[in-house]
């Protein structure tokens, strides 16, 4: 809604103030006179920052509305990659696995959370976006380089937080829904209730819940160009169908809101089930791998924002989960043989996050105590009936940041550290056995990191931040598995230096309705103690610290828009990722999967309730082994689509058709696992 511009609301309400005393003159025609007044401008000011933004002032965050992934045939991986310096690395089309970079770090090196929840497991550290249910996602918080002490975990590369649409505290109950459908047999469905559980009298929040139920199948049987994996001689590519790439993915979710005086208590559960098979190599299709599994997630939070007259907010929260796989490879196509391998991966946590808010409300200090424990057993059917070796984690977390603003807020400063204490646990036999014996290993880690945000003039801020942080080893890692790698329980911990500085710049005429956002940031991180996996022999890889990294970049954003009718946004990011090791066949070499360049554009027109819109998104040459021996060629994919909204509150419709890859490029991901070629899509989404 349209506010009135502080700087003229005095004028304006000595005005009216004064309107009664000025029709009492006119009744007198010799006390007559003409007062002129100065013209008021009234125009609509910016949308106030998210408050992940707002909390986290020197920090470079971006949030990314959601809406896309109900409204259209996207995913929550599609809607990460639209933010600079982040790169979603695939291991095929919808359904595959589908892991975030930022700032050209290690999936593993990146933690994901859904609502403040971390979701990576302690078993591979990475978190596929594509096995998450998101149907009923609202919004996508992307810290890049830096994550906030009240999300827990520091990640190298930074952080992504999925955060689910909240349960209502009153109004009518709202029913949505929405179907897509396309390309490669593919189609999605979704369903929503938000209610309120009891009426809301004089306005008063209550008690509301919110069910989602969703489900989306594809078969995933695109062509694409294989090249037999000899990429020196072309005469022998040949065009194939990607077979055994089916992908099944049902979900449920229920949000539960409860107001109380002071507080308000906040619960989720949440069920994802998925099956799908495991294609392989594009040169060397898997015909019967397969991959099923569940995941379940209960998160209880009670929030306190004002207690002692204001000066301090609480959370206090609890979390669970429980996962199944079962991977299947009857006839030896991906590992070194036939197995049948069913996992049980169990864990949960608590925390206690508090702010003060000390003297005026300039100083903030941030505490959060943290605690978990997560298990993981394998077990297995093929070649004989088998028990794994149990491995389990302990962690204690402790972080506490403080924040000033001075100067009229025009300089804000923040300093942050966090005690991370793990205890790993881990009993019985690998088939490779792992060094040393039965038993647990503990290490303390200290995360400490600074910022400055400093608002040179209006709309002009300049930040800058510094940190060190660090990346524990996994099971996989640690302990091993049950063919191709072997455990090495004397691993340490990954570490890095984080820099990033750079100015964000908004403006706006009013009268005109240009809107121009522009940001650049230049990053650094000095990696030390990588873990890499070394061949011990053909098919068997041990997991040793041999490695160190430097990676120098730099990303700019640029976003034009006119009265929300024209917008135009570009997104471009470079990196120069360097091996800094001591193995000399890998020092200087660049280092695998990091493109140099990556730009992507989107321009759109909306008139009438109808958008078009084009995108362009370029990924340079990068290499795909770290002897830079072999490279995934650069690409260049274009799409485009075309919308229609109708909004008659409560009612709204949106119509959407749009194509992908629209000049069918042979493309490639991670591993030169084959993306989809040309691809169309149609959507529709309901409110009501």
């Known amino acids: 809604m349209p506010r009135v511009n502080l700087g003229r609301a005095g004028t304006l309400v000595l005005a009216l103030l004064g309107a009664p005393a000025a029709a009492h003159a006119a009744d007198d025609p010799a006390d007559e006179e003409t007062v002129e007044l100065d013209p008021i401008e009234v125009g609509a000011p910016e949308e106030p920052a998210p408050a992940a933004v707002a909390q986290n002032p020197s920090r470079f965050v971006e949030v990314v509305d959601a809406d896309a992934v109900r409204e259209r045939a996207e995913t929550a991986a599609d809607v990460v990659e ?13 359904g595959s696995f589908a892991v975030v970079s930022i700032r050209g770090s290690s999936p593993s090196q990146v933690p994901i959370f859904v609502d403040g929840v971390p979701i990576g497991d302690a078993r591979s550290g990475a978190v596929g976006l594509e096995q998450l249910g998101s149907a009923d996602l609202e919004r996508i918080e992307v810290y890049r380089g830096f994550a906030p002490p009240t999300l827990g975990d520091a990640g190298i590369g930074g952080a992504v937080n999925l955060v689910t649409r909240a349960a209502p505290d009153g109004g009518a109950p709202e029913l949505s829904t929405g179907m897509s459908a396309g390309s490669f047999r593919t189609w999605r469905g979704w369903a929503s209730l938000r209610t309120a559980l009891a009426d809301s009298t004089a306005g008063e929040p209550v008690a509301g819940l919110r069910l989602t139920f969703a489900a989306l199948r594809t078969a995933g049987d695109y062509t694409f160009v294989s090249d037999h994996g000899t ?68 998160r209880i939070a009670a929030a306190a924002p004002a207690l002692a007259g204001g000066l301090l907010a609480l959370e206090l929260g609890a979390y669970a989960s429980l996962r199944t796989d079962r991977f299947a490879d009857p006839a030896g196509e991906l590992g070194v043989g036939r197995q049948v391998e069913d996992d049980l991966g169990a864990g949960g946590g608590a925390w206690a996050s508090t702010t003060f808010f000390l003297g005026d409300g300039s100083h903030l200090l941030r505490a959060r105590l943290e605690t978990s424990y997560e298990s993981f057993r394998p077990s297995y059917d093929f070649p004989a009936p088998a028990d794994g070796p149990r491995q389990g984690r302990w962690l204690l977390r402790l972080g506490a940041g403080y924040e000033v603003s001075l100067l009229d807020d025009a300089l804000v400063l923040l300093a942050d550290v966090r005690a991370d204490t793990h205890v790993d646990e881990f009993d019985g036999d690998a088939v490779f056995p792992s060094a040393g014996d039965d038993g647990s290993a503990w290490d303390v880690l200290l995360s400490p990191s600074a910022g400055v945000r400093w608002t040179a003039c209006e709309g002009l801020d300049l930040r800058a ?39 964000s710049w908004t403006w706006r005429d009013a009268e005109t309705g240009l809107r121009l956002h522009a940001t650049a940031a230049f990053f650094a991180s000095f990696a030390d103690e990588l ?132 000049a069918d490029t042979p493309a490639f991901d991670a591993l030169r696992y084959p993306l989809p070629g040309r691809s169309l899509f149609a959507s529709f989404a309901l409110r009501m």
């Open 465 to 503: 931040n510094v940190g060190w942080f660090h990346r524990v080893p996994t099971f996989g890692e640690l302990f091993g598995d049950r063919g191709t790698v072997v455990g090495n329980p004397g691993l340490r911990p990954e570490s890095a230096w984080n820099v990033d500085a750079g100015p």
């Open 82 to 94: 639209d933010v600079a310096g982040v790169r979603v690395r695939r291991h095929g089309g919808l």
């Open 531 to 662: 873990i890499v996996f070394v061949p011990q022999s053909q098919n068997v890889f041990r997991a040793e610290n041999i490695g160190s990294s430097r990676t120098l970049g730099a990303e700019a954003t640029l976003e034009l828009s006119w009265n929300d009718t024209v917008a135009l946004d570009v997104r471009y990011a470079f990196q120069e990722a360097s091996d800094t090791g001591d193995a000399p066949y890998w020092a200087g070499l660049r280092l695998p999967g990091r493109a140099p360049h990556d730009l992507s554009s989107r321009v759109a027109l909306r008139r009438w309730g109808v958008e078009l819109w084009y995108e362009a998104d370029y990924l340079a040459e990068a290499p795909l082994d770290r002897s830079n021996l072999r490279t995934v060629p650069a690409r260049l994919l274009h799409g485009a689509g075309a919308s229609w909204r109708l909004d008659r509150d409560p009612f709204g419709l949106t119509i959407t058709l749009e194509g992908r890859n629209l």
């Open 231 to 298: 990429p020196l001689e072309p005469s022998d590519d040949v065009a194939l169908r990607r077979t055994n790439n089916d992908f099944l993915q049902t979900s449920a979710a229920a949000r539960l809101a409860v107001p109380l005086d002071d507080w308000s208590l906040d619960g989720s559960l949440s069920f994802v089930r998925n099956d799908q098979g495991l294609p392989g190599l594009d040169y060397n299709q898997a015909e019967r791998a397969r991959l099923e599994g569940t995941d379940t997630r209960l």
